[in-house]
């Protein structure tokens, strides 16, 4: 009902979060488990509800797309109507379209097995990460991507430093603009570092846009306006 805001895809009335875990089960598919968060009539959507067919849509989307630029790439996704304002759906769209866009630009890089492995991994984090965890969705989804094209793993050296680098940079950039969540501003900043990043340790350069201009505040209720960069400017 509600894939156009950012609320209750089930009835559309604003979500309540929690600071305490509590046992609730999903309106949808009807799983108990423990989450964070109820619409204010009280329904629940898990996050593999919530994000499966955005995640389906995703992959599919990148394993044939031929453009060099993620954020052109992450916006053509966003567009579409399973891709909601906000959501662990992003999780896997960051990193996917920084390896597509990787690839497309002259990147050693198996893409298939690469957003296969992308898909596997971001589906471990939940939605709400950045408020909950201490570390943005975005930030972490980019970290995926620099961890997969460079062979980051626990006991590798290099790589493994580069891989904590890259999200620190993005999680500078996310707290100085401040909350509350909004999942296209996340997005777009790690697309912004981690393109850079890429051409400074790789030089593989991938295309961005001088702007970033979003055209989905409409649909997010937080939205913070004229203290978001890519808020459109007055005309």
């Not at 097995?113 to 972490?140: D, F, I, K, Q, Y």
Request: one cysteine or more; glycine letters at 10%.
């Amino acid at each position: 009902m509600s894939a156009g805001l950012a609320i209750c895809l089930v009835c559309g009335k604003p979500l309540d979060y929690f600071e305490e875990a509590r046992e609730v089960a999903c309106h949808i598919c009807g799983k108990k488990e423990t989450g964070h968060s109820v619409c204010t009539a009280g329904h629940y959507v898990c996050d593999a509800c919530h994000r499966k067919g955005g995640v389906d849509h995703v992959m599919e989307y990148c394993s044939s797309a031929d453009s060099r630029n993620p954020v052109e790439m992450a916006m053509a996704m966003m567009d579409d109507k399973s891709i909601f304002p906000n959501g662990p759906e992003h999780h896997t769209l960051v990193g996917a379209a920084l390896l597509a866009a990787y690839k497309n630009a002259g990147g050693d890089l198996d893409l298939p097995r690469a957003l296969a492995e992308m898909r596997n991994r971001s589906m471990n984090v939940p939605g709400g990460a950045c408020g909950l965890w201490g570390t943005c969705g975005a930030a972490v989804s980019a970290g995926m991507y620099w961890s997969i094209v460079s062979g980051s793993t626990p006991m590798t050296r290099g790589p493994w430093a580069e891989t904590q680098r890259l999200t620190s940079r993005i999680l500078g950039r996310l707290a100085d603009l401040g909350g509350p969540r909004c999942c296209k501003r996340t997005g777009f900043v790690a697309l912004q570092e981690a393109a850079a990043y890429t051409a400074e340790l790789r030089g593989i350069e991938m295309e961005m846009p001088e702007r970033i201009t979003c055209r989905y505040y409409h649909r997010n209720r937080e939205c913070l306006k004229v203290g978001c960069p890519f808020f459109p400017c007055p005309a």
